[in-house]
């Protein structure tokens, strides 16, 4: 494997680079030969997955390594034909409900509990029960949760479930309640740079610790992220310099360009121009909950105190609705509509105030 | 005929001897002949006083008998023989001679049939004759007319009106004051292309067209404002008139064009409006005033695509669609937006001359004229480009209330003209429904004032409004006509009535998603006062609550809530609405944004299926592509000379090996791909780069035609080299063959794309592993270990099965096989 950032995933839990106290948590709970269905949760590119496939390893062995891929063809009520593929070892199996969009409660209902249901042939292995691994569980669909929560209980002396994903606010509290709970937090920006440190001291590159500061602040914390930073500043530039720029994904930059343009000018012309950015945005396949997040930590920048409160606030609003809705557009730029009113207000406010300091001088 | 009557009531007559005796006469006719006939001859010849004629009441009034003998005296059949012209007829039996009397063809129709047989008609012959003697007038008037509109069409309007006015009242008091049971609608229908009611530009727009035909169809030459392809030519002059024609009639000159076969670049006419605007009207008083007949096809006609072919050709194509009025005939094909979409097909096929049998079938010879509804319905979406379409604007209130004025006052009906508009408006200037109602109302009194119009007996006119026709509503500002005395009194441009209209139009126009879509995608670009953008936001409110509440309504079934959905637009038009006329587009973006979006995640799906299975595991798909995918594509393309593998140093050669290794875990590799400057360069397959770039951002080109050609050919080899390893490694494991596990790396078809290179390479690594099987393999193998060795890539695979087979089993041993 040779991209860095799988070259270098550690396998084991005890090789892990950080959230130490986690490691050794999750061995003993590995150790002590049973263990509840686990959660695991937080932002992306903290390293849950890592760690899923670490513990994996350190209850089955290598075994888990060895992984090929399987599609399963499933048939909804309505005989739409859907396909879904999962990620096997020997000894687990992973898959992706939501994949199935509206109709992951079908892939709940039939497959897991086909799964579930059936007893592990392999006696030689050191468990008596399997493991499935769902990613992505706040993206399933009300329905589909609420079919999970029986399969839960009904076979767990033969199945466990290891369920992952980015935010339990979107995870109905009966499932919550039914695991434990794993919050993996982001690695600090220190964590994030020890560790560039590393992948670049192993393939031989000298990192400036200017550059892997940069990196680390601007990868949000995502060290995913900021190892295909350091990978790419190689690429651009083979001695890397301190100073270097940091190529940053094509949509950040859009949807910053698209902040400015709000900021510039407010007027319906505006922001029909808004519009159709948006549109350019959802086309690419960005999710509107980040086009919504990344716009506002824009937009936030150039309010001040108390304006700040009420546009994060709207924005809140905005993107709960997007959930409730079916069509993002809308939401987002009844958002955009809203903070420009509000913005310039602000600024003609803004504007007056310093005409009266004038006055007064 | 008469001669016809003289031989057969010989034959019958000599058979007979009571002739002579008329008095009492019963007549035994032929059996063979038909009852039609005996009353004819009855009439003509004998006198027969028990007869009992039917329901004619002038006829049996003259049967006394004084006039039957006078009668008898005068014609029958005769012992001497008459003066004048007369006819011989002999007795077989007794052998005496008669004579009977010829009469002139003339005076027995005028005089005998016609005055005798009025009784068959349902009409006076008086009247009838006057009838027809005015309707030959007015044709003579026409034909007139039809000859000067050769030479000037715009003069002659003017003159139409002098010409055409007399007669035609005349006719309409006679028909008035006669027949009283007649639907008002039919009988103040326009007769001339005077009293057209509809837009004078529509009407004179088809008329030329229509006499665009003249030279195909009468022959003579082509009117003046017809630009002909052929001598065209581009003098300056012309130019200046037609851009000031455009100018000023706002037509576009195009429109009347000929084509090369001499006949108009349009060969069909497509009207559309909503109901009630005339339309039907126009294209029969048009047709007629042109002088064709009608025929008439519309949605109580079979229009399956064999019935239509056969119309049509019927009446355009032959050359002796000539009927007993000596007219051409011109095809109307009215609600021409139900007809099925392949009836559809066979006319257009028909007009532009495509089809089969496209040597066989004639060019088009003969106007035809389509009328719907719907201009936006389906079937009609090919017949368009090939049709000239007009738009029915809304009659104009005044003038329709003009006309309603006029027969009311023939109707003699109290009336004003307030009532009347405000019948115009309630009804939405639909002709139809006005006449119908004041029709309805002059029953019950004969004073229309606006207290009966507003009360419920006229009801506000059902109309299932367009989609157009709501987003033109919702962002148009009526303009307050408070210059009217009597304004008070008119439906008010309030804004209590302003949110009823808009109300009901929304709720009659229904499919909230697709009337929301096209309110969203238009009212931005309105020109509101809105500095602070406060419309804008609150408008967004209300659509993001539409989105809310439908998704709402469709997860939970609860669809009486979509009664909230009209006051959307009710709103949009209090935010937006403006006194000038809306531009408006047909949303189409939303749409085109879900179908990019469903390209994209299609590409990002072959991705994904292709990548690796241990790499697979950590991804998910929002992460690969907004995290991995910009980064990989920087990360695979370094700078690389791009020249011989073999001259790489050791360094280079370990990067591209990890390159190459790299794409191979994402499942990317190079394709060759025509460019749009007609130049081959190399893509990403699948094509990720469109993923990730955004118009407007510097998109980089990564590496050079030739480098990519490089990547390209060593991904090839490497996923080869891995296949052989993998297949090896089963052989040397002896395991039964994995096909489960077979990623694009595992896929057989790649060994056969191999290009000369990568063969030479897969040899080379085949003899490695070879060689091994030589030195072990006994001599006996030698010839099969050879042909190995020429085809390579195949290998002995051997599979351990336990059962019972029907085929032929011996003895091997594994070191036979190794």
């Known amino acids: ?361 | 005929m008469c001669a016809e009557f003289g031989e057969f009531s010989h034959i019958e007559f000599s058979n007979d001897e009571n002739i002579f005796v008329p008095q009492d006469i019963e007549l035994p006719f032929g059996n063979n002949s038909s009852g039609n006939e005996q009353k004819r001859v009855k009439e003509d010849y004998i006198l027969p006083n028990d007869v009992e004629f039917d329901n004619e009441s002038n006829f049996s009034l003259s049967w006394d008998t004084e006039a039957l003998l006078k009668k008898a005296r005068n014609t029958k059949v005769l012992r001497r023989c008459p003066e004048g012209e007369h006819m011989t007829v002999t007795d077989t039996d007794t052998g005496e001679r008669f004579y009977l009397r010829i009469r002139d063809t003339k005076t027995l129709v005028h005089t005998e049939i016609l005055q005798r047989r009025t009784g068959m008609l349902d009409r006076n012959f008086k009247d009838l004759y006057e009838e027809a003697y005015d309707l030959q007038h007015k044709r003579t008037i026409e034909k007139a007319i039809r000859e000067e509109d050769n030479i000037d069409l715009n003069n002659n309007i003017s003159r139409n009106l002098t010409l055409s006015d007399q007669p035609n009242t005349s006719i309409d008091t006679t028909q008035s004051l006669k027949i009283n049971s007649k639907l008002w609608v039919d009988k103040y229908s326009p007769n001339l292309y005077t009293e057209l009611l509809s837009d004078d530009g529509v009407n004179r727009k088809l008329l030329k067209w229509l006499k665009l035909w003249d030279p195909i169809v009468f022959g003579g030459d082509t009117p003046k404002y017809a630009k002909n392809t052929q001598n065209n030519t581009n003098n300056n002059n012309n130019k200046i008139e037609n851009t000031f024609q455009k100018n000023t009639t706002n037509e576009n000159v195009d429109d009347f064009t000929l084509d090369d076969t001499n006949r108009p670049k349009y060969k069909l006419a497509l009207l559309c409006g909503a109901p009630g605007l005339g339309k039907t009207t126009l294209a029969h008083v048009i047709a007629e005033h042109a002088g064709y007949d009608v025929v008439e096809v519309n949605a109580s006609d079979d229009r399956s695509p064999e019935a239509f072919t056969s119309r049509i050709e019927a009446t355009t194509q032959t050359l002796s669609s000539i009927t007993n009025r000596h007219r051409p005939q011109c095809l109307i094909l009215d609600e021409i937006d139900g007809a099925p979409l392949n009836s559809i097909t066979v006319l257009v096929n028909t007009v532009t001359g495509k089809g089969k049998k496209n040597k066989s079938i004639q060019l088009l010879s003969r106007p035809i004229i389509c009328i719907c509804n719907d201009l936006y319905a389906n079937a009609l979406r090919q017949l368009k480009p090939v049709a000239l379409v007009l738009h029915f604007p809304q009659t104009a209130t005044t003038k329709l209330s003009n006309r309603l004025g006029y027969i009311c006052s023939e109707e003699m009906l109290h009336s004003n003209i307030t009532a009347l508009m405000m019948l115009c408006e309630r009804s939405g200037n639909d002709i139809r429904a006005c006449l119908n109602s004041l029709q309805f109302i002059s029953y019950q009194t004969k004073d229309i004032s606006i207290e009966v119009i507003s009360s419920k007996v006229v009801d506000r006119k059902d109309a299932n409004k367009g989609l157009f026709d709501l987003w033109k509503e919702v962002f148009h500002l009526p303009v307050n006509r408070k210059r009217r005395p009597d304004a008070k009194s008119l439906p008010n441009t309030g804004s209590t009535s302003r949110f009823d209209k808009i109300y009901l139009t929304s709720l009659s126009a229904g499919e909230y998603e697709k009337s929301t879509m096209g309110i969203f995608e238009n009212f931005l670009k309105q020109k509101v006062q809105d500095s602070y953008l406060e419309s804008g936001r609150d408008a967004l409110e209300w659509i993001a609550f539409y989105d809310r509440l439908n998704n709402y309504i469709l997860t939970s079934q609860r669809y009486s809530l979509m009664a909230y959905f009209p006051y959307i637009a009710v709103n949009f038009h209090f935010l937006y609405s403006s006194p000038k006329l809306p531009y408006l587009s047909y949303p189409v973006k939303h749409s085109e944004n879900v179908q990019n979006k469903a390209k994209q995640t299609q590409i990002l799906q072959i991705l994904t299926d292709g990548i690796l299975p241990y790499t697979r595991a950590y991804l998910f798909p929002t992460t690969l592509n907004m995290d991995i995918l910009p980064y990989l594509l920087t990360i695979v393309s370094p700078a690389m000379r791009p020249i011989n593998t073999q001259l790489y140093s050791p360094r280079e050669k370990n990067q591209l090996s990890e390159l190459v290794d790299t794409m191979i875990s994402y499942n990317l590799t190079y394709k060759q791909q025509l460019g749009l400057n007609a130049q081959y360069q190399y893509v990403f397959d699948p094509p990720v780069e469109q993923l990730i770039h955004f118009a407007g951002l510097s998109s980089r080109e990564y590496l050079s035609y030739g480098a990519k050609q490089l990547i390209a050919r060593e991904v090839d080899v490497e996923k080869m080299i891995r296949a052989e390893r993998l297949s090896t490694r089963h052989n040397k494991e002896n395991k039964p063959q994995e096909v489960k596990k077979s990623g694009p790396i595992l896929g057989s078809t790649n060994l056969y794309k191999s290009n000369a290179k990568s063969i030479e390479e897969h040899r080379y690594i085949a003899k490695d592993f070879f060689g091994r099987i030589i030195d072990t393999s006994n001599s006996n193998h030698n010839i099969q270990n050879t042909l190995q060795r020429k085809y390579s890539k195949f290998f002995i695979r051997f599979r351990y099965n336990e059962g019972v087979t029907d085929a032929i089993r011996r003895q091997v041993k594994m070191k036979d096989f190794m």
Not at chain 1, 327 to 342: D, L, R, Y
């Open chain 1, 1 to 361: 494997m040779s991209l860095w950032v799988d070259k270098y995933r550690p396998t084991q839990l005890h090789k892990l680079d950080y959230h130490h106290a986690l490691s050794s948590q999750l061995k003993r709970l590995v150790d002590s030969g049973d263990f509840p269905h686990l959660l695991f949760f937080g932002p992306s590119g903290a390293g849950k997955k890592t760690r899923i496939m670490c513990t994996l390893r350190e209850m089955y062995g290598v075994g888990v390594e060895r992984l090929r891929i399987e599609n399963i063809n499933i048939q909804t009520p309505s005989n739409k034909k859907i396909e879904l593929t999962t990620i096997n070892s020997n000894h687990h199996i992973e898959f992706n409900p939501s994949d199935a969009g509206i109709y992951d409660r079908v892939v709940v209902q039939e497959v897991l509990k086909n799964i579930a249901q059936m007893h592990t042939l392999d006696t030689g292995s050191q468990r008596g029960f399997k493991v499935v691994v769902l990613n992505e569980v706040d993206k399933l669909t009300r329905e589909a949760q609420h079919s999970l929560r029986r399969t839960m209980e009904k076979y767990s002396s033969n199945c466990r479930l290891i369920l992952c994903c980015n935010s339990t606010g979107k995870v109905i509290s009966p499932i919550r309640s039914r695991c434990l709970g794993i919050r993996v937090p982001a690695p600090s920006h220190e964590e994030i740079s020890r560790i560039l440190h590393y992948v670049c001291k192993k393939e031989g590159v000298v990192l400036p610790t200017e550059l892997s500061g940069r990196i680390a602040e601007m990868s949000r914390r995502n060290l995913r992220r900021a190892l295909l930073m350091v990978e790419a500043c190689r690429v651009q530039q083979h001695p890397m310099s301190p100073e270097q720029s940091i190529p940053l994904p094509d949509w950040e930059q859009y949807i910053k360009q698209t902040a400015d343009l709000i900021l510039m000018e407010q007027s319906p012309k505006q922001l029909l121009e808004v519009r159709s950015r948006v549109y350019e945005l959802m086309a690419h396949v960005i999710p509107a909950d980040v086009i919504m997040k990344y716009l506002l930590e824009e937009l936030v920048k150039s309010c001040d105190g108390s304006m700040k409160a009420e546009v994060i606030t709207a924005a809140a609003e905005f993107e709960h609705r997007i959930h409730l809705g079916s069509k993002p557009i809308f939401h987002i730029e009844a958002f955009v509509a809203k903070f420009m009113s509000m913005y310039k207000r602000f600024l003609e406010e803004g504007l007056g105030n310093l005409q009266d300091i004038e006055m007064d001088f």
